[in-house]
């Protein structure tokens, strides 16, 4: 099974709109973390934003939010106020387990989204 | 605000030459990365590094890899003998701590990879 999917093909927005792009995870770990990240045409990867599983409320980071479920194991983010320079691909990615050297992240395949002026 | 840097940022090479990878990662970080995206896919694990070894790695990494910390500063990724796969974006990252906050792992620009 995936350990994180992202099935949105390409999403689109109205520019000043809110959007919320989707993100599924599946894991037997009881503490785990999640993160969004963005990679613009020129390739970098931002990061954006972090949810951890034993967090209660939802990440927040100015524009970016996480709605976590998590008994649904999901993990969206939600982006308000969209802005043209928000086009561009966004990953979901885990962390399993507790934060340590093997910290490695498992990547979803990746959303686009583009924002309409 | 400090920041990972790689070099070079695009590398042609041939089929069965070796390339080394490399990255500055941010000055007092603990924990190193290495990822790779072929094009069009998705960012794929390879290796993590910690107090001078390899932590954990991928079944990508197999022994044409190799990664150091030669000075304290850099971190470099090794292919012995490129293969035509091997073209994709490799990506360092960098981790401060392990706990208290400050999970997020930071990347780099990457390295555009193109092996002929």
């Known amino acids: 099974a995936q350990k994180i999917t992202q099935t949105q093909p390409g999403m689109f927005v109205q520019e000043k709109e809110a959007v919320t792009l989707d993100c599924t995870y599946d894991?037997?770990?009881?503490?785990?973390?999640l993160f969004w990240y963005k990679q613009p045409s020129s390739g970098e990867m931002i990061f954006l934003i972090y949810?951890?599983?034993?967090?209660?409320q939802n990440a927040t980071e100015g524009r970016y939010s996480l709605n976590f479920q998590k008994a649904r194991k999901s993990a969206n983010l939600v982006i308000s106020a969209s802005q043209l320079g928000d086009s561009a691909m966004y990953f979901c990615?885990?962390?399993?387990?507790?934060?340590?050297?093997?910290?490695?992240?498992?990547f979803g395949k990746g959303i686009t989204l583009s924002v309409r002026p | 605000e400090p920041e990972v840097t790689q070099t070079p940022s695009h590398q042609v090479t041939q089929m069965g030459q070796e390339v080394i990878l490399r990255c500055v990662p941010i000055?007092?970080?603990?924990?190193f990365y290495w990822y790779r995206q072929i094009l069009g896919q998705k960012v794929e694990f390879l290796v993590s590094?910690?107090?001078?070894?390899?932590?954990?790695k991928s079944e990508i990494f197999d022994d044409q890899f190799s990664v150091e910390r030669p000075d304290g500063s850099n971190f470099t990724l090794k292919i012995r003998s490129t293969k035509l796969e091997d073209s994709a974006m490799y990506f360092c990252?960098?981790?401060?701590?392990?706990?208290?906050?400050?999970?997020?792992?930071?990347f780099g620009p990457g390295t555009r990879l193109t092996v002929l």
């Open positions: 990252a960098s981790r401060l701590r392990t706990s208290g906050g400050d999970n997020e792992q930071f």
């Open positions: 894991t037997s770990d009881q503490s785990y973390g």
């Open positions: 949810q951890g599983s034993y967090d209660e």
């Open positions: 990615a885990m962390r399993e387990g507790r934060t340590g050297a093997n910290s490695k992240l498992t």
């Open positions: 000055s007092n970080h603990l924990y």
């Open positions: 590094f910690y107090n001078n070894e390899i932590s954990e």
